[in-house]
């Protein structure tokens, strides 16, 4: 079974989600600030993309938000943006930079957010076996 591990600084928070794209009869309107954190995304990801990963993956994400707030460092982040909204632009931009072929390998996600002195993202994936 393979393991995969690693941490990303980032620059800044990420400011886009994908609650925040658009549907035209033109096709996608994707915002500039979102289109900035998936490059800062893919950016970040490249250098650990090393190997296309095959079969069932469990893949976990902690988010680490920024904050000058001293009290808040390594306690929960329950303020937006949502989970579910921060993490299909990033599981889509790791599928852009070869961690696997599709996102639906995925059979096993969590992530978490939480308030740190830097921004950055926590990965781990994994992959499964039917045993």
Known sequence: ????????????NPKGTAQQVRHTQHGHYIPKHLKETMEMYMDALRPHSTELLTGPLQLVISFEYETKDKKKFETWKTSVPDCD???KPFIDCMTRTGFWMDDSQIVWLSVRKKWSCAPGIWVTIKELTDD
Request: net charge positive; no cysteine.
């Open 1 to 12: 079974m393979k393991k995969i591990e690693f941490y990303m600084s980032l620059p800044r």
């Open 85 to 87: 909204n921060i993490v």
